[in-house]
Each structure stands twice: as C-alpha cells, then as structure tokens.
C-alpha cells in the first residue's frame, strides 16, 4: 500500500515451493488478486509447486490447510539456478518427475529411461502435469493422482517430524502404493519390478514404527474422508486409481507385515 502497488502489478516470487506457494497466496488475496509470475529455482518448484495454481501455507500444525488456486500469469524457468541446488534438494524433484512419469503414457517414462537432457525432462514433465491440471482444475478428480505415494510418505515426514527429505519419502510412498497394488491383485509383479528399477538408486527409508493407534491417527489426518484414506494406487503403469481404503488394519499389517 505504502508502494501504491495495484491489482495490474506483478508480483515476482523467485524461490523454492515454499516462497511461490507463499507469495501466490499473499497475490491472490491482494485486492482479490494481483499479477503474479513465478521464477521457480529448485527442481521441485519447477515441474511441481509452480504448476497448477494450487496455494498454501502451513497452520495450526496443518501442512498446507490454508490456499486457493491461483495460477501464475507467467513463469520463467532458468536452469542456471539449479548448478547451486543441493543434490538432495535436486534429488527431491527429480523423484516428483519419475512420479508424474508413472502416471500419463506422455513419453516421460521413456525419457527418463534414455537419460534424456534435464530441459527435456522439466517441459515434458510440466506438460505432463499441466494435462491433470486442465483435466480437473478444482482438484476433485484425476489431478489427485498427482498424490501417488504422498499418503504414506506424509506418514513418514509427521512420524519423523518432517526430519526426511520430502523426495525420499515420497519414492518410498510410491513403492509401497505400488507394493499394496500388488498385494491387492491389480498390479502385476512384472510392472512392481520395473518400478522399482526406477528407485533403485535411492536409500529408501525404513518404514517409522508406528503402534496402530499412532499409524491411524497420522493417516487419519491425511485426505481423510469419513473413516476411509483415500489412497492413489496403480492398475498398471500409467493406470492409477483412487482406493478408498476403509480397512486400515489391513493397509497397517500389510507396511509392517504382520
Ligand atoms: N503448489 C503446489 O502445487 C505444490 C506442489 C508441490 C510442492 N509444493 C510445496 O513446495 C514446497 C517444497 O518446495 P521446494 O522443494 O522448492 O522447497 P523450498 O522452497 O523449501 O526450497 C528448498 C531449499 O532450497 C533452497 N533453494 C532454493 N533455490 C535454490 C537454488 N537455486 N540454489 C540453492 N538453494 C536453493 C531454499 O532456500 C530451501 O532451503 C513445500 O512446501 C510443498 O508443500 C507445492
């Protein structure tokens, strides 16, 4: 107000997740929404967090339970940000792409095969995802298989006390949705291992012990719906489905196989 900015400025948010989905929450409340432009410098904020239009900020203990959608009116990608990125902080959105791969028959799943160049990767993997997100802009429907593996690897962060890289835990998520798909009779042993190919060269976490009560209340938090989870699970790859999982005893003895 005192810089007499108004709803045709633009705002620039240059950062992580963390800072664009921060600023396009504080644009879309501007004036009831200003002009916004991302410029995303980790691997995540560029084929994720700054595709979409999803905002959010942590409250009460609540991961993202405060946001709207608002998409940015541009974004500016610029690879040179990721030659400072840590490698763990490259490593988490390098596990979102492999995620999004696994989801649409767009041909990202061949290109991470052949090691294709990463400016490859990052625009097909945004298309990739920008199709989910034309599909069901209001997140409602298909754009929540968006969330494979992250029911379980929130499990892992909360148990953990958000001490686990977000991408480890969601590579681990991912492997025991595509674990629980098999056991459940729809995915076949075959894709499971090509899967897995995909996370071999990751040191997955051990699943946090967790007593039923404990494991029910954290995953009661996630998605909940009544007393099911809904959990985002593959047919095969390219095939997910949403699994209302009412029998939680059964999803808790399956992780710690009892
Ligand atoms: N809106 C969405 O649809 C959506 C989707 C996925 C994730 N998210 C959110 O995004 C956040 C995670 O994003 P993130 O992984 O970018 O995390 P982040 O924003 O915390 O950034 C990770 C770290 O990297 C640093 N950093 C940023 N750019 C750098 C660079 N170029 N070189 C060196 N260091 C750099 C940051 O300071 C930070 O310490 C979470 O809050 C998550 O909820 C949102």
Partial sequence: ??????????????????????????ASLFKRGCQLAFVP???????????????AVN?????????????????????????????SEFENGYIEIKKIALLADSGLLE???EKAPLQALIEKAILTKKEFCLQD???MGERRFLNLGHTFAHLIETATNFNFPHGLAVAK??????????????????????ISLLFEPYQLPNFPLLNFTEFKKIIRKDKKKGKEVNLILLESIYKPFLFPEANLKRLYNFIYQK
């Fill in 59 to 87: 409250f009460t203990g609540y991961k993202n339970i405060l946001g709207n959608f608002y998409p940015a009116h541009k974004i500016i990608i610029d690879l040179d940000f990721l030659d400072k990125l840590p490698e």
């Fill in 1 to 26: 107000l005192k810089h007499d900015v108004t709803r045709e400025d633009m705002v620039v948010a240059i950062g992580g997740g963390i800072l664009t989905d921060i600023t396009a929450l504080a």
């Fill in 137 to 139: 802009p209001n997140d």
């Fill in 173 to 194: 998520g991912i492997m025991l949705a595509a674990a629980y798909s098999v056991f459940l009779g729809k995915l076949s042993q075959d894709e499971f291992n090509q």
């Fill in 111 to 113: 290109m991470i095969k």
């Fill in 41 to 55: 410098t980790t691997l995540l904020a560029m084929v994720d967090a700054a595709v979409g239009g999803k905002t």
